[in-house]
């Protein structure tokens, strides 16, 4: 087991990395603050891994609540989060007992967001099922729900207690959600770690065979980026915005087409490919920079391009984007390969021509 540290003081936590690790209820029993805790998953991890979480928990004297949620990005709104407050509610949780959310993003950000509002905040605890939710969303603590005028709009920042990525639940994980999740890997190389891009390049193909060794050390490198960009800018004033490499395009392919319809990391491939050929047409990076990224995607089993909704469409859905300030949108854009900046001093018709460039 590899450990990593989120430096934030008294909200510091670890995030264990391990193979085994949903049976070793010694990890989670110290961050528990009372003997009671909620298990928040789904009707499609349940029945994979919430057995042998709770029974190792029960073991430790440990007394658990069950709330099974329905499967899928188009549940992540209010109506399923209700049915938690709902549970929590009728199972008398008090503000001391722990939720553990066990499945990939969508029930991490459902289950840590209902952690933050019950009874004003309840601790949390983050045991990821997916790559995405182990290399991203399971570190930093963002919690939300989707708004269907916008991706992630209505959410609180609510750090877990402990993360816990267990990855020999990758085993069971279908390959497209696996793609899915190298694309937030990818991204860390991408805005702050040209090394870590130059490895990725080298060893993809071990990585999308689930090679044991190169999957640890890609989930340890990403966590490793994450955090230290999480310690430095909790509530994203600066710096944790290079993290959204690619979501304002890609929040806008989630949201005009649907919920679920793409999977989050396929919309942030397509979307970190637009802001490429942005920053491309802005004179930043060369031609062979764009050609190294979207081979990388490629390879990884991931789209380049977008669906073709029209750049006015595009624009409509971007203007709810969170980095929005005094109205104007702002981007995240490459320097080079291994730096991102924030800009807002970018021509809307060269917004428009890289959208149309990148979709099909
Ligand atoms: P997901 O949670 O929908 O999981 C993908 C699918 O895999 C689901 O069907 C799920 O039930 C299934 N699954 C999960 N673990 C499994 C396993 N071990 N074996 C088999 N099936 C398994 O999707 P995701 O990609 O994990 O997360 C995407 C969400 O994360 C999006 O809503 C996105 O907005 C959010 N996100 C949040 C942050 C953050 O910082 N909070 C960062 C990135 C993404
Ligand atoms: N996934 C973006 C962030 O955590 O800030």
């Not at 930043?284 to 990224?293: E, N, T």
Request: glycine share 10%; aromatic share 6%; net charge negative.
């Amino acid at each position: 087991m590899r450990t990593l540290n989120v430096d934030l003081g008294v909200r510091s936590y670890p995030i264990h990395i391990g193979d085994g690790l949903i049976d070793r209820a010694e990890l989670i029993v110290p961050f528990l603050r009372t003997r009671k805790a909620v298990i928040v998953t789904n009707e499609v991890v349940g029945p994979l891994y919430f057995e042998r979480l709770r029974a190792g928990l029960v073991r430790a004297d440990v007394e658990i609540v069950p709330i099974i949620l329905p499967d899928g990005e188009a549940h992540k709104e209010w109506q399923t989060l209700n049915t938690i407050f709902d549970a929590l509610l009728r199972e008398h949780c008090e503000r001391s007992t722990t939720l553990i959310a066990l499945g990939g993003g969508v029930v991490g950000d459902m289950g840590g967001f209902a952690a933050a509002c019950y009874q004003r905040g309840m601790p949390f605890i983050q045991i990821p099922t997916t790559l995405l939710a182990q290399v991203d969303s399971s570190v930093g603590g963002k919690t939300a729900i989707n708004h269907p005028q916008g991706k992630n709009m209505i959410g609180a920042f609510h750090q877990p207690r402990l993360v816990l990525a267990d990855t020999a639940t990758l085993d069971t994980l279908p390959e497209r959600e696996f793609s899915a999740g190298l694309a937030e890997v990818i991204k860390y190389g991408l805005i702050r770690d040209a090394a870590f891009f130059d490895w990725l390049e080298q060893n993809i193909d071990a990585l999308c065979a689930l090679e044991p060794q190169a999957l640890a050390w890609a989930i340890e490198r990403s966590c490793r980026n994450k955090a230290e960009v999480v310690a430095a800018d909790e509530t994203e004033q600066g710096e944790r915005a290079l993290l959204n490499l690619g979501h304002t395009f890609g929040h806008a392919i989630e949201t005009g087409l649907g919920y679920g319809q793409w999977l989050h990391g396929e919309a942030v491939a397509a979307g970190t490919m637009m802001a490429a050929e942005l920053s491309c047409r802005l004179g930043w990076i060369d031609s062979l920079a764009v050609a190294r990224i979207e081979r990388l995607f490629e390879r990884a089993g991931l789209p380049t391009y977008g669906p073709a909704l029209g750049a006015p469409c595009y624009l409509e859905l971007m203007a709810h984007d969170k980095k929005v300030e005094a109205g104007k949108l702002r981007f995240v854009l490459l320097r080079c390969i291994g730096q991102a900046v924030v800009t807002g001093d970018v021509d809307m018709s060269d917004v428009g021509a890289a959208i149309e460039a990148r979709c099909r």
